[in-house]
Structure formats: structure tokens, C-alpha cells
């Protein structure tokens, strides 16, 4: 049975686990995990059954698949600790942002297949969308596992082009917060127009909510799910007006651009 071992226990670790677990991708004795932060593995072992072993190098050696799910800044650090322990056939996945493959390659003295991931947090809730890059190496195989391992958490897209890891996380990595932003707004000015907040932020949250499944389940395009909404001369056409006069699609795009930007920046840092 192949053993999936993670180096990191934080939230992201625990949502995949759970992803995994909960849809059968994987029991929880043959999981591996290990942390400095002792309370974290043992909830993970409290919650889902998992292994834990006595240090990082333990969890190489023990698993077929290996996630490291730690800080950008430790990433160095960890993998060249690791590189000893790593097994040439081990498929290796990292959540790290700006962590590029050829430096997770070198780092790990080139003894795995690496695919590079960029999830984002609904995957706590098992809502994540997450990108994947791998170069030409990977395996049929590894590439099934990888998205067998991510898809426990939501939906997953592959990437040809690293680069597009960039564009990724201005889209989807990022993203949650642009549409948190979005409902912050959305229930202060509810409130100036005298709701109480928690009418406010429940009507907020079940309109996002609403909306978001609404363009999931329907054949229609965006563009005319909202032209169905705004009805001429109405009052949703008055609010789409305004979002237009202070051309809300140009700031999304700025937005995005300047997260993408940094991602860049980021992953260039760590070369």
C-alpha cells in the first residue's frame, strides 16, 4: 500500500489528510505525518488515525508519496535535510508558494519526481481549487496520484508552462481574499443602508454562495446569468452602472497583475 508521508501539520496538511481520508484516497494508518508542533500531530492522529515517527528524515524514508506542506522560508532548509532519505521513485508535492521545481529538484538532490502546487484555503472546507506543475518526468502514474491526493480537496488543473503558477495564484491562490474584500463591502454598505450585521453578512454570505453554485450548475455563460439578473431600466442595472463608471474589471485585472507580479518576485528570490 503506498505510504503518503507529510512533512507539516498545519491547516493546509490537515484539510488534504481530511480530503483524503473522508472520500478513501487514502486511511489514515497509512498516512505519515510529522511536525515540530506536537499538538498538531496528535489532533491529526486524534481525528483521522494517522502515523506519526520521530522526525522528518523517518517520514522520507517510510513514504511512496511525500507532501511538504511547510513555510516557503524552511523549505531549503527541510529538503536538503531530507535529500539523504529521499528514494529516486518518490513522487514529492509541495504547497510552498514561490518555491520553483528546479530548486526543489536541487534541493533534494535530485532524488524525486516534484510536482509543484498552488491550492488555496476553501480547501478547508474541501471547496479548494488547486493548480499543478510538473516537469516532463513525472509518470502517468505519479501525475494520477498527485491529482488523486489534491482532488480530495477540490477540483485540480494542470499547468504545461511553470509560469502559469504565477497566474494561478493572482486567480485562484489569492483569490478567496479578493471575494472576502468583496463581501467586507458588500455587508458594511448593508448596514449603512440599515440592516443589522448579522442580517447583512448572512444575506451577503448566501448571495455569494448562491451565486457561485448558480454559475457551477447552469449551461448559461456569466456574462448572461448576469444580463438574466439585470433587468432594463431596473434597479440591479443602476448598481451594475456604477460598478462599470468606475470600471470595476480594470481594477480586478490591476489586482491580479500585481499579485502575479509578486509571485514572480517571489519564486526569483528563492532561485
Known sequence: ?????????????????????????????????????????????????????????????????????????????????????????????????????SMLQTWLGGNAVVVRCMPNTPALVQLGASGLYSEATISHSQQARAEEILSSVGIVSWVRDEALIDSITALSGSGPAYFFLFLEGMVEAGIKLGLDEKTSSQLAIQTAKGAATLAEQSQDSLAELRRKVTSPGGTTEKAIQAFEENDLKRIIAYAMQACAQKSRELADNNS
Open 1 to 101: 500500500m503506498d505510504k503518503i508521508g507529510f512533512i507539516g501539520a498545519g491547516n493546509m496538511a490537515s484539510a488534504i489528510i481530511g480530503g483524503m481520508v473522508a472520500r478513501g484516497t487514502a486511511a489514515g494508518n497509512n498516512i505519515v505525518v510529522s511536525d515540530p508542533n506536537t499538538d498538531n500531530v496528535n489532533r491529526l492522529i486524534k481525528q483521522f488515525g494517522v502515523q506519526s515517527v520521530a522526525g522528518n528524515n523517518a517520514v522520507a524514508r517510510e513514504s511512496n508519496t511525500l507532501v511538504l506542506a511547510v513555510k516557503p522560508q524552511i523549505m531549503k532548509q527541510v529538503c536538503i535535510e531530507l535529500a539523504s532519505d529521499i528514494r529516486p521513485e518518490t513522487l514529492v508535492i509541495s504547497i510552498a508558494a514561490g518555491i520553483k521545481c
